[in-house]
């Protein structure tokens, strides 16, 4: 059994690991499972939760003893690192073998956490990740130059520590991405300037985001989901934005651009070798811990051939077949002793199957190009085929494991204090019903020790388990207590 533990600084630790898990991108419905698993190992399974992604209730006690603690969540994103050291402080957590004093403790060291690279390398590997993409997206030397030269400046960027400068930068990176792009495709065959965009603006697409609201509307957390869906939207539209205002300056044409003849191909396995850049470049950019490089490249590995072959039936089936691919995988590793926390290899897989699902393309033509409404929907189809592959290859996978649990429970309440007459009752009763009992208890006795001659005159048999039960006035054995 748990030692009792102080509830109020119960509360402020599931409040930190809440807001923790929400600054590693995690989903309420996972983030309120990981709470209650953290609650009951601490003696508390009656403590109840509302999570949402700005705001996180715990209500800890019954009756008059109800206390409730609420915190205003944070917008900030932790680092792979730091996603690394809260995932094991929750697994520590869940088992009870921490202080809470000693976990809140732990989570301000955790939010204080260095980087392991400097800004040099990290700007680096945004610059090796970007062109990673490009090789996958546009497999030509043209994109791949352009992709590693403005990933560099964003990640860069990126890297600044203002909040205001945060708050614009999707709309700064898209347009400075595409006034480059818009100019350099003017003088030089870049092949088509939309596509070559999509490399150097991969991290800023909200496809995390935008998946992660589409589960949480799957699993009725209307709420949450709405509010990060729309999210990603105003996302997209500010990026769309700064593409637009950098059309309107060098003044692209309403169509589209039709690829360069002259624009060299990479062979076929090049992709290949851009998945692994992809790797590369999110150990160094996210500062992620050096055994987690080798699990998030499989995962890669794995989803990028699961979408290529998605791809043969159709543009919009692609992403949930690279997701469905994905998700069992990233869970198995999450469990293993040696595995990684789900987020490092989910975020990612997202990062990667979202720029190359045909719809998020469409969506970047249709700002670019006029478009229309159909590459919105496109886009929207290839987000929600994204998620749906999640939500089944999650349901698969604890299926496979676990098998099919209860979805729909209610405790029954707690009975109330007896009636007095069954007090009065059970108190007159109690006398006759020990009397009986111990003379009972006497003669067994007895006869064992006439049979074995090996318990000592007077002393009381042993129970069931080995130990004698306990003798004193007032005290009684459970069956004496009934």
Same mark, same amino acid.
């Given at each position: 059994?748990?030692?009792?533990?102080?509830?109020?600084?119960?509360?402020?630790?599931?409040?930190?690991?809440?807001?923790?898990?929400?600054?590693?991108?995690?989903?309420?419905?996972?983030?309120?499972?990981?709470?209650?698993?953290?609650?009951?190992?601490?003696?508390?399974?009656?403590?109840?939760?509302?999570?949402?992604?700005?705001?996180?209730?715990?209500?800890?006690?019954?009756?008059?003893?109800?206390?409730?603690?609420?915190?205003?969540?944070?917008?900030?994103?932790?680092?792979?690192?730091?996603?690394?050291?809260?995932?094991?402080?929750?697994?520590?957590?869940?088992?009870?073998?921490?202080?809470?004093?000693?976990?809140?403790?732990?989570?301000?060291?955790?939010?204080?956490?260095?980087?392991?690279?400097?800004?040099?390398?990290?700007?680096?590997?945004?610059?090796?990740?970007?062109?990673?993409?490009?090789?996958?997206?546009?497999?030509?030397?043209?994109?791949?130059?352009?992709?590693?030269?403005?990933?560099?400046?964003?990640?860069?960027?990126?890297?600044?520590?203002?909040?205001?400068?945060?708050?614009?930068?999707?709309?700064?990176?898209?347009?400075?991405?595409?006034?480059?792009?818009?100019?350099?495709?003017?003088?030089?065959?870049?092949?088509?300037?939309?596509?070559?965009?999509?490399?150097?603006?991969?991290?800023?697409?909200?496809?995390?985001?935008?998946?992660?609201?589409?589960?949480?509307?799957?699993?009725?957390?209307?709420?949450?989901?709405?509010?990060?869906?729309?999210?990603?939207?105003?996302?997209?539209?500010?990026?769309?934005?700064?593409?637009?205002?950098?059309?309107?300056?060098?003044?692209?044409?309403?169509?589209?651009?039709?690829?360069?003849?002259?624009?060299?191909?990479?062979?076929?396995?090049?992709?290949?070798?851009?998945?692994?850049?992809?790797?590369?470049?999110?150990?160094?950019?996210?500062?992620?811990?050096?055994?987690?490089?080798?699990?998030?490249?499989?995962?890669?590995?794995?989803?990028? &051939? /699961?979408?290529? !072959? =998605?791809?043969? #039936?159709? +543009?919009? $089936? @692609?992403?949930?077949?690279? %997701? *469905?691919?994905?998700?069992?995988?990233?869970?198995?590793?999450?469990?293993?002793?040696?595995?990684?926390?789900?987020?490092?290899?989910?975020?990612?897989?997202?990062?990667?199957?979202?720029?190359?699902?045909?719809?998020?393309?469409?969506?970047?033509?249709?700002?670019? &190009? /006029?478009?229309? !409404? =159909?590459?919105? #929907?496109? +886009?929207? $189809? @290839?987000?929600?085929?994204? %998620? *749906?592959?999640?939500?089944?290859?999650?349901?698969?996978?604890?299926?496979?494991?676990?098998?099919?649990?209860?979805?729909?429970?209610?405790?029954?309440?707690?009975?109330?204090?007896?009636?007095?007459?069954?007090?009065?009752?059970?108190?007159?009763?109690?006398?006759?019903?020990?009397?009986?009992?111990?003379?009972?208890?006497?003669?067994?006795?007895?006869?064992?020790?006439?049979?074995?001659?090996?318990?000592?005159?007077?002393?009381?048999?042993?129970?069931?388990?080995?130990?004698?039960?306990?003798?004193?006035?007032?005290?009684?054995?459970?069956?004496?207590?009934?």
């Amino acid at each position: 059994m748990a030692e009792p533990v102080d509830r109020a600084v119960l509360r402020r630790f599931l409040l930190g690991l809440a807001e923790g898990m929400n600054a590693a991108r995690a989903s309420v419905e996972q983030t309120r499972e990981t709470m209650g698993r953290v609650a009951r190992a601490y003696g508390e399974g009656g403590t109840d939760f509302v999570v949402l992604p700005t705001l996180i209730l715990v209500q800890t006690g019954d009756g008059d003893e109800r206390r409730l603690s609420m915190r205003s969540a944070t917008t900030a994103n932790f680092r792979f690192d730091q996603v690394d050291a809260l995932y094991r402080l929750i697994a520590s957590a869940e088992r009870g073998g921490i202080d809470p004093a000693a976990g809140i403790r732990r989570l301000n060291e955790i939010g204080a956490m260095r980087p392991h690279f400097g800004w040099v390398l990290r700007t680096l590997g945004h610059a090796i990740l970007t062109a990673g993409l490009a090789l996958m997206l546009v497999p030509s030397w043209q994109s791949l130059a352009i992709a590693a030269v403005l990933g560099g400046l964003l990640g860069a960027l990126k890297l600044v520590r203002s909040q205001a400068l945060q708050l614009v930068l999707p709309v700064v990176a898209a347009f400075v991405s595409a006034l480059a792009v818009f100019l350099i495709a003017l003088h030089f065959p870049v092949g088509d300037p939309i596509r070559v965009l999509i490399a150097p603006l991969a991290t800023f697409l909200p496809g995390a985001l935008l998946t992660t609201g589409t589960m949480e509307l799957a699993e009725k957390q209307m709420v949450a989901g709405a509010s990060r869906l729309m999210m990603g939207l105003v996302q997209l539209a500010l990026l769309a934005f700064g593409i637009i205002a950098a059309g309107t300056i060098v003044g692209v044409a309403d169509d589209s651009y039709e690829p360069a003849k002259g624009a060299a191909q990479l062979p076929w396995w090049v992709p290949v070798i851009g998945v692994v850049l992809y790797a590369v470049g999110t150990y160094l950019h996210h500062s992620a811990p050096a055994r987690t490089f080798g699990w998030v490249l499989l995962v890669l590995l794995v989803a990028y &051939a /699961a979408q290529t !072959l =998605g791809s043969l #039936a159709g +543009a919009a $089936v @692609s992403g949930f077949v690279g %997701a *469905l691919a994905m998700t069992p995988l990233v869970l198995w590793i999450s469990g293993l002793p040696r595995g990684v926390p789900s987020q490092l290899t989910f975020l990612p897989g997202f990062s990667l199957l979202v720029p190359g699902s045909a719809g998020v393309i469409g969506l970047t033509s249709a700002v670019g &190009a /006029a478009g229309g !409404l =159909g590459d919105f #929907a496109a +886009a929207m $189809v @290839s987000v929600m085929s994204i %998620a *749906l592959g999640v939500l089944i290859g999650t349901a698969l996978f604890r299926v496979a494991r676990t098998g099919a649990e209860e979805l729909f429970h209610i405790d029954m309440p707690a009975e109330g204090p007896p009636h007095p007459w069954q007090r009065l009752a059970t108190a007159f009763s109690r006398p006759f019903l020990g009397r009986r009992r111990r003379r009972r208890l006497r003669l067994i006795g007895n006869s064992q020790q006439g049979r074995s001659g090996s318990a000592p005159s007077g002393a009381p048999p042993a129970d069931s388990e080995g130990a004698a039960p306990a003798a004193g006035p007032g005290i009684h054995s459970p069956e004496d207590a009934r």
